[in-house]
């Protein structure tokens, strides 16, 4: 984790900035002149520790909405060889194409019976 560098001299806090004659990071007062070479080139770190699950975000009457594209799967529950589409939107690292269905008589969702399903791992 970067730390905080202050001014020899006023003791103001220092910031990073780009020294383009010496071709260098140096961390510089803003009040005075001083100035001092950075042994780190790390300015700022941001990690992001959210995990994403493959989550539907179904809503009430989605399979009467005219703008989703329709297709001829059939239902595993209730048979019904009429279903809406909609890609799952989740930003993963290992990003890839899931579809998720939606009967248009029962509501079910469901995904493609033809694909692999892959086991959550916690990692």
Known sequence: MPDLHFCSECNNLLYPKADQQR????????????????????VYRND??????EKTGVVLD????PTLAHSSIP?????NPDAVY?????????TRMILFFVCT???HVF?????????PTDD
């Not at 992001?48 to 699950?53: A, C, D, E, F």
């Not at 989605?62 to 909405?65: A, E, K, R, S």
């Not at 239902?75 to 048979?79: A, D």
């Not at 909609?86 to 290992?94: L, M, P």
Request: include cysteine.
């Open 23 to 42: 071709r260098v990071m140096v961390f510089a007062c803003r009040i005075c002149q001083y100035d001092e070479v950075g042994d780190d080139a790390c």
């Open 86 to 94: 909609f890609q799952d939107q989740s930003k993963r690292h290992q």
């Open 111 to 119: 995904s493609d019976p033809n694909l692999k399903q892959e086991v």
């Open 62 to 65: 989605l399979g009467t909405d």
């Open 48 to 53: 992001l520790l959210t995990v994403t699950k």
């Open 75 to 79: 239902c595993p529950e209730c048979g």
């Open 105 to 107: 008589s029962c509501n």
